[in-house]
């Protein structure tokens, strides 16, 4: 998805720090445990929601990259006009614009 991975697993909280343009997402250890989506805990919701305001290019450079798009760009009932990856774990991320 063109984030940079920086390595942190030899440290006291073992975790990995991902970033591209002005995000960063920090993934820590699970220590084997399965990771659980929003959707299977609770029904619905995603995982993470980035603001993102080139929407068409993101996604376009997601689908040549063969990231899997769970929904595609389109306007939600509560006015945001978003589209939702899945992750190798099965969280939904999405990407939505106000």
Known sequence: MGFQ?????????????????????????????????????????????????NQEALLDEFIRTNVKVVRSLDETDYKNKEFVIEDIDGRWIAFGMK
């Open 5 to 53: 991975a920086v390595h942190y697993l030899n440290t006291n909280e073992p975790h990995i720090c991902l970033y591209r343009d002005s995000t960063e997402i920090i993934l820590t250890k699970t220590n084997g445990q399965q990771v659980l989506p929003n959707r299977s805990l609770y029904g619905y919701g995603y995982d993470a929601y980035f603001i993102t305001e």
